[in-house]
Structures are given as C-alpha cells and as structure tokens.
C-alpha cells in the first residue's frame, strides 16, 4: 500500500472492505479481540501516516453513498465513506449542495473531516463544521452517536480526530440548496494583492492566492454566487487550461528543474508567466474541484489570520533568498474560527498557508525552515500535512488537548485505532 504522493508505503497484514455498518463492527470487534490494531483508509490523501499499519487496514470504498436526506431542512446522512465527488453528485440529484469544499474531491468524507480539510472564505469553516450528527464504531465494538445536541463534547472531538476514536460510518451534514458559482481566475502583481486582502475577502464569498516563488506574481482565484446564469458547457479551452496546462504541461516543467536544479527560478517565471485569465460558470461541486495529476509532497500550517501578512512576508523573503530547489507556487486561504477540540482553526480566525515540492525531489530542508516560521506565529498544522510535531508541541497548542485524550481512552482503551505514527503523536 501507499498513499497518494508515495511517500508513505506499507503491508498490511489485512485489508478489510466491509459494505455494511454490521461488517464494520464486526472487524473492529475481531481486532480487539485478537489484539489487533486498525486504521482506515479512503483516498490515502494525507502526507502523514495515518493510514499506516501492519495490521488490519480497513477500506470503506464498498461503504458510499446517501442514506436519507432532510429537504425541508437541507440536511442529508451519508456513509462515511463516501468520496466527496461522488456526494457532489448525489447531493446535486436532491437540489442540495455543501456548503463549502476544498480544491480536491477526491477525499473520503470521514477521512476529509477526520483531518480538518478546509477550503476558502472568512464567513466558513472547515468541512467539519458543516457536520452536525456522527455515528462511528470505537474501540471495544460499540455503535456510538452523537450530535450538536447528544454528547456534544464528545462531537466535538470526533469531528475532528484523525481516526483515533473509531470509524465513522455516518455522517450528517448541514446542506444548503444547490448554487452555481462565479469563478474568476487572474495573473495579478502580488503587491496589489496583499495591499487588498482585507477588501478581497470581505467583498467575495470564496478568496484565495498562489504565490509564484521568485517573482511579484499572484494568480488570484475568486468566486461568487451567480444568480439566473446558465451554466457554462465544458468546451477545450477549459480542458486546456485547466487540465492540460496545470497538469500535463506543468509536470514536464517539473521534471526539467529536477534533472537542472539551477533552472527552478527560470521555470516559476515561465509558469508565472502562463497563467490563463478564466471565467466560467458551473454548480458549486464542479466549481471547487480542481484536477490534479502531478504528485507533490505538501506542508500546510495554519496561522492566526492577523499575523499572516508578517508571515507571509518571511516566507517570501526564506524563498528568495535560500533558493531551495522548488518551483511550486505557494497557496493561501482564508478559514473562520470554530471550536472543535483538535481543530487547526480552533478559537481563531486562519490563514492556511501550503507549500509543495515535486515528490520527486527533496523536500525537507524547504519544508524545516517553514515550519520554524509557522511555529514562530503559534502555527498548527494541518493534520493531513507533513509536520515534525511531538506531544509536547500538540499539548501546548490545543488548550482541550487533555479533554480530546481523555475522550479517545473512554472509546478505544486498548489503543485498538493507534498506529506508530499516532502514538509517536499522542506518546499513547
């Protein structure tokens, strides 16, 4: 097995794809009882290990789709693991929609949740907050429920829990009636940018950046509700510039500034160079979704949004002037608060900031410096993101840390959902 990026590989002894909330129970139950331990697994999106296991890796890719939905109040229960495109849909046949979503839709739902996957826009949460009922499967076999309303404490800790309180098998999302989407992509001077976050993010509903290392430019992505518009039709211009040229053609680059390390300056300022003014209209699924078929490694941090224009401006200037040998451009997005016990956002309106590497090529001094910037403004991590952090930097972090562990021994004792990784994390 390996995740998506390959940067992570192991054997289970065991990979179990139940169909029915029974058979998921049923492995867990086999596990404890035998001394097994478990991780799940969806798309194997995450950079960590959190999937990683000798023992008995459980699949829920046999375990997708919509259970009941609520029109009256826009709410819909799914499988847990049902992957995010495919629930675009079937919320789409129901005239129901997300709320918001990342920039990848690949993701299991339980698994996009359990790691706090986000996408852009001050007025909205992580995925996770979208969330207002879970059932999952813990440690010692039992079917446990809860809600905005029904163990809330512990809701909060499940919402968000890397997989360490069980499997979660349904999940109840707070919908809203299907929209379509204006989105505005642009080639912009990333001093005009930062010079109008405030505005850009106030006055748009979706609002993010990348920045292109080595140059003063940014492509600008913005989206807006369009209302009485009919849907643009996919024609080859939106292929070629959304498909072919940030994947295909972007990959060739990114094998020349591997073989010519000394050509990474040369290749941002073609790729700043390229970017495509695009407007296009679709529904709110297709709109947020963006294909990706070039492999990277990534860090992402999450820092208080007040603080982002001095660490933005260190990150620029560790760029320009170390000259790592990276070429990928650096993406920034605007999270609300929330008060979910492990959640990166906690008690604090975010700015996400990512950084990526080819996966072929080295990552970790890049990847080192940054994080002693982001650690130095109260940074966290995203949890499906590459990060060097121990207990002691989490405990200090997360003011409900002691809440969230005492709540994962009440519903797996015996450590049934604990990997290397997890306990290296938690020193379970």
């Not at 991780?39 to 959190?50: K, Q």
């Not at 296991?53 to 789709?65: E, N, R």
């Not at 839709?105 to 907050?129: M, R, V, W």
């Not at 016990?341 to 906690?346: D, K, N, T, V």
Request: charged share 20%; with cysteine.
């Amino acid at each position: 097995m390996k995740n998506w990026a390959e940067n992570v590989q192991w054997n289970p002894s065991e990979i179990a794809y139940p169909s029915t909330e029974i058979e998921i129970q049923q492995v867990v139950l086999k596990a404890a009882n035998s001394n097994k331990k478990i991780r799940t697994i969806g798309t194997g999106h995450s950079f960590t290990a959190l999937s990683k296991t000798s023992h008995i890796l459980v699949s829920l890719d046999k375990y997708q789709g919509l259970l009941s939905i609520n029109k009256e109040k826009c709410q819909a229960t799914v499988k847990g693991g049902t992957k995010l495109k495919l629930l675009g849909e079937l919320l789409f046949n129901q005239g129901l929609a997300m709320e918001n979503l990342g920039d990848i839709d690949s993701q299991s739902i339980a698994g996009a949740i359990s790691t706090g996957t986000h996408g852009t826009g001050i007025g909205f949460g992580s995925i996770s907050t979208q969330v207002i009922k879970l059932k999952f499967i813990n440690g010692k076999g039992d079917v446990i429920e809860c809600s905005t309303t029904k163990n809330e404490q512990l809701f909060k800790a499940a919402s968000l829990s890397l997989g360490c309180l069980g499997i979660i098998t349904e999940i109840t999302i707070q919908c809203v009636p299907s929209y379509k989407l204006t989105l505005q992509n642009n080639r912009e001077n990333i001093h005009d940018v930062l010079a109008t976050l405030d505005q850009r993010n106030k006055e748009n509903r979706n609002f993010e950046f990348f920045w292109i290392p080595y140059t003063d430019t940014a492509w600008t992505k913005t989206s807006n509700i369009a209302e009485n518009t009919t849907p643009d039709k996919d024609n080859f211009f939106n292929y070629w510039t959304e498909f072919f040229l940030e994947n295909h053609i972007f990959k060739l680059a990114c094998e020349f500034a591997r073989y010519f390390p000394s050509q990474n300056e040369t290749v941002a300022k073609i790729t700043a160079a390229n970017i495509s003014t695009i407007k296009k209209v679709y529904y709110s699924h297709k709109i947020f979704a963006t294909p990706r078929i070039v492999k990277f490694r990534e860090m992402e941090y999450n820092i208080p949004s007040e603080t982002y224009k001095d660490v933005f401006k260190d990150v620029q200037n560790l760029v320009n002037k170390k000259k790592f040998n990276i070429h990928f451009p650096i993406e920034n997005r605007w999270v609300k608060g929330d008060d979910l016990l492990l959640s990166p956002a906690y008690k604090r309106d975010s700015t996400y900031i990512a950084c990526h590497v080819y996966n072929k090529k080295e990552y970790q001094p890049y990847f080192t410096a940054l994080e002693e910037i982001f650690r130095a403004y109260n940074g966290r991590p995203h949890w499906g993101k590459m990060n060097t952090l121990k207990t002691n930097d989490i405990s200090t972090m997360y003011p409900e840390f002691t809440t969230f562990m005492q709540l994962r021994k009440e519903n797996d004792p015996n450590g049934v959902f604990i990997n290397p990784y997890l306990k290296k994390l938690f020193s379970i």
